[in-house]
């Protein structure tokens, strides 16, 4: 079983700064780090290995070369190696440019070792646009199955995995073949406390780092900026939400008023 | 049984990454522990480190190292409720190679030292907190951490975990502090244009200045107060020793905010943004309070070694120059192939030789006559004060009369006798 992962550097945006001027992130004021989705990818990932019993897990970066800390960070949660591609070719890349950079590369490490799977965490803290994973998915013409809670089964002799998706109002239980894709939500596992074994294996690992050079058959026009049609219009800081309402009075009349408010929204609570 | 290493260190701060950098430039195999997210992120000093022991260990460090401002000018504040008597010594010498020494931020700094340490082979890992040393047969053979699988086994272990070394408690080279013997510091960084920094302080780009502040800055209790200035911020701070703030009741917020809003400081801060609020434990417990610093198989430097001179706040250039002596002895040890205490002893050997302790020795009472005797900080900075205001107003009264009126005041309030025993003691402490 061969699990790549495919994980991103991000600023931490819990903590990060806007520039009033610009409403651009100020990447200077938050330190980068592994992208929280990706991280629990990579510990999916490295159950499904427990579970089975054997396996390779790969993972799979696009950044400067600075991103070699999330490629240590998930050798840290389990990974057994990690691959890198940096050029400057792929600066400026959208979520288009990036997903075909990346099925690129992962072409390239499919030949020497068939892939089964990958994960993918649901979208970047950064940008949130959830694209990446169904992008890559669609360039190698494998299933894409995204907001996944849970791998139920795996069955290596029939190739099918037994999938829990989130949807708005519940949850899907579906069936794929594999090779395919997954997105994953944070709930489908707890971060574990890395061993020390790893701790030590991830500080002395240096990853496989590519540059465009390292991979086959690209076309350059739809690298980097040149392959990115997205076109920020506008960029604003969204309004702080304001408070809810406290309700006043004695037991009853707080009840009162909830029902009355509940009344004024039951198209809320109306299922579909 | 796991991967064995040549030396285990406990700490990334300077002591734990001098030695660790020091091993492994001689080519042995160090395995360097810290449990903050990075090093650097629980580190706390005041800001001033000092260039000589830097510079023995990475030569021409200020060409690469992420340093704040060098220190061109060093004031002394005696301060009352609403005056101030100072004095100090600036000098452009300082503002050039090799310099004196520079303000640092130490997030940054650490991170930078401990890269260091990496590139000569030293394997840090972070995030991870060490538990006990093993032992065997009262030998320490490694360590255990929190994580799973998670003990290491080396020849030597080196505790350079901080003031509060636990690990040296458990081995009973230490025993619980008394509330004599440390200092609580709380500090701030303040956040102020690099134009407003040097307006106030008269400085100019890359040049900075430390004050030390004397008297009301502590409300009369043993300690000092501090402000150093950084690129475009202020490091602000204030400790006691944990005797005096439980005497007199402080809180040491209260003694911050009583530090920030006293009118010969508020002007040097004023309208800056408050970035980091930080406290830290200081050992002050000085010649005395040194535990035993090396057994079978284990060492102990910096902070967790009690090396601190806190008559001339230097901690961070004792820190060093223990880790590497500490380093040294390793190196020695492993080409003895004996790593007992006996052997090890090289390393107190060594230290008790240097500046280290014999600063501390010089110093050996001074703080404990400081302690006991609160006068000098309760009521000779006051008097000082008044004396200078006394002599330089104008007021048509002869110089003569007012020099001999000062006299007469210092040996009215005190008495004659006391204050030439004050001033006997004091002499002693320091001598």
């Known amino acids: 079983m061969h699990i790549v992962v495919c994980v991103k550097q991000v600023p931490d945006t819990k903590i990060i700064k806007i520039n009033p001027k610009t409403n651009t992130l100020d990447r200077r004021s938050a330190p980068a780090i592994l992208n929280p989705y990706d991280a629990h990818a990579v510990q999916e990932a490295v159950k499904i290995k427990k579970a089975i019993g054997r396996g390779t897990i790969s993972v799979l970066s ?39 950079a990346l099925s690129k590369a992962l072409e390239r490490i499919s030949k020497d070792m068939p892939v089964d799977l990958i994960i993918c965490g649901k979208h970047a803290i950064d940008g949130d646009t959830g694209q ?141 | 049984m796991s991967e064995k290493f040549d030396v285990i260190v406990v700490g990334a701060g300077p002591a734990g990454t001098s030695c660790a950098y020091t091993c492994a430039k001689n080519g042995l195999k160090v395995l360097q522990i810290e449990r903050g997210e990075y090093p650097g992120s629980k580190n706390v000093m005041g800001g001033v480190l000092y260039r000589k022991q830097m510079e023995e260990i990475i030569p021409e460090f200020w060409k690469e190292a992420p340093l704040e401002r060098p220190v061109i000018e060093q004031r002394f504040w005696m301060m009352d409720k609403e005056s101030s008597v100072s004095f100090g010594y600036k000098g452009l010498e300082w503002g050039k190679e090799p310099y004196n020494n520079f303000t640092v931020l130490r997030a940054p700094f650490d991170q930078w030292f401990a890269k260091k340490g990496v590139e ?18 009262g030998k320490v053979v490694g360590v255990r951490t929190d994580r799973p699988d998670g003990d290491v086994y080396a020849d030597v272990v080196v505790l350079a975990d901080g003031v509060n070394s636990l690990l040296a408690k458990q081995l009973g080279y230490h025993k619980e502090f008394r509330p004599d013997e440390v200092a609580l510091t709380v500090m701030e960084v303040i956040n102020l244009s690099k134009d407003k920094i040097n307006d106030r302080f008269n400085l100019e780009d890359n040049q900075g200045c430390t004050i030390e502040i004397f008297g009301d800055s502590t409300k009369g209790n043993l300690g000092t107060a501090f402000i150093y200035t950084n690129k475009e911020s202020v490091n602000i701070g204030v400790g006691t020793t944990l005797s005096s703030m439980i005497k007199a009741k402080l809180k040491p917020y209260d003694l911050l905010d009583y530090l920030k809003t006293h009118p010969m400081v508020r002007p040097l801060i004023e309208g800056g943004e408050s970035a980091e609020y930080l406290a830290h434990l200081i050992p002050e417990g000085g010649y005395h309070s040194v535990p035993k610093v090396a057994g079978d198989g284990v060492l102990l430097a910096g902070d967790a070694a009690q090396l601190v001179n806190a008559i001339h706040r230097e901690g961070s250039n004792m820190a060093m120059a223990s880790g590497t002596m500490a380093a040294e002895t390793i190196i020695d040890a492993k080409k003895r192939g004996d790593f007992s205490e006996t052997s090890l002893n090289q390393y107190r050997e060594t230290l008790y030789q240097s500046f280290i302790i014999k600063d501390l020795e010089k110093y050996k009472d001074a703080t404990h006559t400081f302690e006991h005797y609160p006068q000098y900080f309760k009521e000779y900075v006051p008097m000082l004060n008044r004396a200078a205001s006394k002599f330089f107003t104008v007021d048509g009264t002869p110089k003569k009369e007012k020099q001999k009126e000062i006299m007469k005041s210092f040996t009215s309030e005190r008495g004659t006798i006391r204050v030439l025993q004050d001033m006997y003691r004091a002499w002693k402490a320091v001598k």
């Open chain 2, 120 to 137: 000569q082979g030293v394997l840090l890992i972070n995030e991870t907190v060490v538990l006990e040393c093993l032992t065997e047969n």
């Open chain 1, 132 to 272: 990446v994973g169904p992008g890559i998915a669609r360039r190698l013409d494998i299933p894409p199955v995204t907001n996944v809670i849970e791998v139920s089964e795996l069955n290596e002799s029939e190739k099918t995995i037994l999938i829990k998706r989130k949807i708005t109002d519940g949850y899907e239980l579906i069936q794929a073949q594999v090779p395919c894709l997954l997105t994953v939500e944070k709930e489908i596992n707890s971060i574990e406390y890395s061993p020390m074994p790893n701790m030590m294996k991830a500080a002395k690992y240096e990853p496989i780092i590519w540059s465009v050079n390292d991979l086959e058959d690209v076309d350059r026009t739809q690298l980097g900026l040149k392959g990115s049609p997205t076109i920020v219009g506008k960029m604003f800081t969204p309004p702080k939400p304001e408070g809810g309402k406290r309700l006043e009075g004695n037991a009853d009349k707080q009840i009162e008023q909830l029902m009355e408010l509940l009344n004024d929204k039951k198209e809320l609570f109306v299922s579909r």
């Open chain 1, 62 to 100: 696009m950044g400067p070369p600075q991103a070699v800390a999330v490629i240590k960070k998930s050798i840290e949660i389990g990974a057994d190696r990690g691959f890198l591609i940096s050029d400057r070719a792929f600066a400026g890349a959208d979520t288009l440019a990036t997903s075909y």
